[in-house]
């Protein structure tokens, strides 16, 4: 643990959980947590920025979660339009980009769209200035998931070390589960 996390542990700022991948988050882990709606990160959360690498076996286990009751809606603050809703058309789910988080409005409109109340729902992303930061800021509960590898932006190597976690080399990733074009 870094100095960093020990930090935010004592603003009471670090994520509720950590999990490695989406896919290593068990069905009897969410029901457990009485978890109706799942908040998403898109962004090396599901698929790496520059559409290398998908987060291993998420398509199924975004398939699971759905046909276990749990509702889905992304909320990304990408801003390439085409390219998020071609993401969003290929894994059938509901969501909005540009959402400005680490603000609230993303979250509210996804509380609104799912029709759930806040402790009934779980923020997932990668990174702790926006999904975290923005699950705290809007009383939700919130999973931080290691980042898939992507090309890193000059802040990034400057502070990216805390705000994501790096991708662990155990969880083997497969370019070729990324098939049919992806626009920009
Ligand atoms: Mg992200």
């Not at 009897?28 to 998403?40: C, R, T, V, Y």
């Not at 199924?60 to 749990?70: A, E, H, N, P, S």
């Not at 999904?131 to 980042?147: E, N, P, T, Y």
Request: hydrophobic share 40%.
């Amino acid at each position: 643990m870094t100095l960093f996390d020990r930090i935010l542990i004592l603003l009471k700022l670090g994520p509720d959980h950590r999990f490695m991948t989406l896919s290593t988050i068990s069905m009897k882990w969410l029901s457990e947590n009485q978890i109706k709606g799942l908040i998403l990160d898109l962004d090396n959360t599901i698929i790496s920025e520059d559409d290398c690498y998908l987060s291993p076996g998420v398509e199924r286990w975004l398939q699971q979660v759905q046909d276990y009751g749990i509702q889905i809606f992304l909320v990304s603050n990408g801003k390439r339009e085409a390219r998020f809703i071609n993401w969003k058309e290929r894994l059938h789910l509901p969501g909005i980009h540009q959402a400005r988080k680490p603000f609230k409005s993303g979250f509210k409109r996804a509380l609104r769209s799912m029709n759930l109340c806040p402790h009934d729902v779980m923020v997932i992303g990668d990174s702790f200035h926006t999904d975290i930061l923005g699950a705290k800021i809007s009383h939700l509960r919130c999973i931080q998931v290691a980042s898939l590898p992507h090309p890193k932006l000059w802040w990034e190597n400057l502070i990216g070390a805390y705000i994501q976690k790096p991708y662990p080399q155990e969880y083997p990733l497969d370019i070729n589960e990324i098939k049919g074009k992806v626009s920009h």
